[in-house]
């Protein structure tokens, strides 16, 4: 493609998506860096366009317009001091709670800041009187259109939430500026959006009953805030899909008896598996919170792209960075378990799903006692809980926790801070459980992230606590041991591995808190059994990153075999 090409292309895209979410109103003052779009918005089937020269009157004439309407209106300028001309009414739409989609047109990245004309700095230029505010890519050979109508949605999604206001989107374009007025745009998929409330519109209602007579459905359970009703459980026995329950979910202890086939705690392994993803291919995907921890499976609902994949998140933003979701539903997931269905047999596909991680928990077992690893102590901890909450690390501690713990009807609450992933303040936040839960609480933690917060320790000379903390020592970033930096044996070590040579057991003597050295499974257990003596425990479990990554991969190699075996 030429650059006239794909910036057309990207254009097109961009008012494609607006008229799609619902603009129907754009007012537009004319300027130089804005070209392309401007252009598309006049070509753009469904969209009214007004004019207005002077940037601070055409604003307040789209805040008329959007007031009287009640419908989100599009403004477009060029870069330079025509957007901050747009200051005064994006002020009194915000307070005024009016739904306005403010664009400014800017100069490319290497034209800011190098003195070039008509260039200010226009990121984040109307502050907190936004919404919200994104910086878009400029348009490139290879379009992320994906990428694009996912920040449109949420764009348009957040400005008609309430409270009503302007939000705000900088898009760059880089010369030349003009457009194929005979390129013909054809879309490449929209994200259906069903409005912000609190209960199900009707049309979200119709459109969900249809979904939920399929029989290959998956139901994926993110991190949950709050524990499922009894409503929940209702639901899904009549439903008979699998659910894929991600750790924190929390739906894979305490479960209802009556539910226990339905839940799929092995999917992170299943979906290792080729057989398996070949044969499992579903219809219908509905995900409830933010995406599981699971790799495989967002490379699997990447790689499958399912017809119908829809989100239940209350907020107007997306979170679909695979860019596979095709219907968001910003209502909260309790209208689901409150439709009226009917109760269904389980399906083979249920039944397969359901086969396949009963042969995964055998080989599990036949693993856990042949092995010992760093995943094998995991479990040996596991199953010793109840009664308790858990707070997780980030890198391997979840996804050890992913792999290694079995539904049950123990009662276990777990933590962990996913919202961006970092492995630090993990100890003071699990003392912050402890606090809230008012019952015992363990942390499953890594050396590196232990390291980053061990002075956290001071929280148990400040107020009562009741907290054990589980480090998996393999001196250094373990994860790293399983991402493709590993197969670059150049200063993997000294970058990756980061191994300190440190032990924890003086740590424990400043904070005067219980130490208990372990390397096998049975120290495991019996340091886990062991009454404790002060209100803070740490076991430091030594393991070997190397060794980690072998066993591992011979519990995926005796699966497949495994499956192979049942399947074929």
Known sequence: MTNREFLTEYVSAFTHSIVHLGVKNAVISPGSRSTPLAYACMKQEGLTVYRQIDERSAAYFALGLAKASREPVMLLCTSGTAAANYFPAIVEAYYARIPLIVVTADRPHELRDVGAPQAINQINLFGSHVKWSVDLPMPELDNRLDFLGRHLHRSVASAKTEPKGPVHINVPFREPLRIDFEQHYESQGEIAHFGAATALTNEAEVFLQDVLKQEKGLLVMGEMTAPVSQEFWQFVQ?????????????????????????????????????LFKDEMVPDVVIRVGPQPVSKPLSLYLTAVRPKTYVVFDESAMVRDAQSVVTHHIQASADNLWQLPIKAK???????KWTGASEIFWRVMEQHCEEELDEGVLAKVFFDELDACDMVVGSSMPIRDVDTFFKATQRDIRIFANRGANGIDGVVSTAFGVQAAGKRPAYLFIGDLSFLHDMNGLIASKMQQTDLTIVIMNNDGGGIFSYLPQSQEERHFEELFGTPTGLTFSDAANMYDTEYAAVHTKTQLADAL??????????????????????????????????????WT
Not at 551 to 558: D, F, G, N, P
């Open 238 to 274: 009549k439903l008979q899909w699998p659910v894929l329950a991600d750790p924190l979910s929390n739906l894979r202890a305490k479960i209802d008896p009556s539910c226990k086939d339905l839940i799929i705690d092995s999917y992170d392994a299943l979906l290792k598996n080729k």
């Open 529 to 566: 059994q062991t009454e404790k003596t002060k209100s803070v425990k740490i076991i430091e479990v030594f393991t070997d990153r190397q060794e980690n990554v072998l066993v591992h991969r011979k519990l995926w190699s005796r699966f497949d075999e495994e499956l192979a075996k049942q």
């Open 345 to 351: 047999p389980a399906s083979e596909y249920r039944l």
